[in-house]
């Protein structure tokens, strides 16, 4: 739990439930459910860095490690870390019934808040609904970032290996289809991505965004697409200091509103 710079933390809450209780005073006080990428935890330097500049405008930041990341125990799987960010998804509402909360997704972490954002609507739930949906460096489906990840580059020398990998991967239980996860999802999304990433390559945002024309429903609220410059030198994990980020998040109005009921 990352609080606002101008909030005194209170280290001997023992809970998440009893941080919550605490420190959100009112129903506007925004918070962001940050689920960060494949490797490291929640603590690792540069996500700390960007919890520091998220929190700049007064939002709260719940970020958690998945099954077998970090502290937590397990096995990660789909369902496993989907169940995980629901669970904390479901304490925090139980809390903060009314709050406006943004579920932000970092490289892998994107296909995980895609996917609970997806069960969060098509599912019948007690609890609000989250407000807005920022994907940062996203991509476009997992078998397209499995190809384009810079480790499988050595397979690419053999076709008879690359097809071996990806007969492979396709057995495993793990699918993340954030194009057509996107296209459905009824709430404000945000798309954030580098130039200059070498881990998932910029040209996953522009898969998105032809596939997003072609199927989104009109009717359903615009999705937004944000490029970082190449200049900014920003790569895969370090758009949080480009010089405009602190513009660019401080207009998401869904950072600042509850959704409705």
Known sequence: YVLPSTVEVNHRLPTLADHLKAYIKSTDQPIIMYLHGQDGTRATHYRANHYRMM???GNHIIALDYR???DSTGIPSVYGVIHDV???????????PDNPITIWGHSMGTGVASWTMYYLFKNQTDYKRPSGLVLEAPFYNTMQAFVSYPVTRILRINPYFMQAALDSFTTVELDFPNNEIISLLPLPIVV?????DVIIPYFHLELIQDYVKEHRDHNLPPIRFITVPRSARCGHNHIYSYPKFEEIVSDFAFLKHAPPA
Not at 192 to 196: F, G, P, Q
Request: glycine residues 10%; hydrophobic residues 35%; charged residues 20%.
């Open 68 to 70: 077998g990341y970090g």
């Open 86 to 96: 629901l669970h904390v998804y479901k304490v925090i509402r139980q809390v903060c």
């Open 55 to 57: 929190t700049n405008f």
């Open 192 to 196: 954030i991505h580098a130039e200059d």
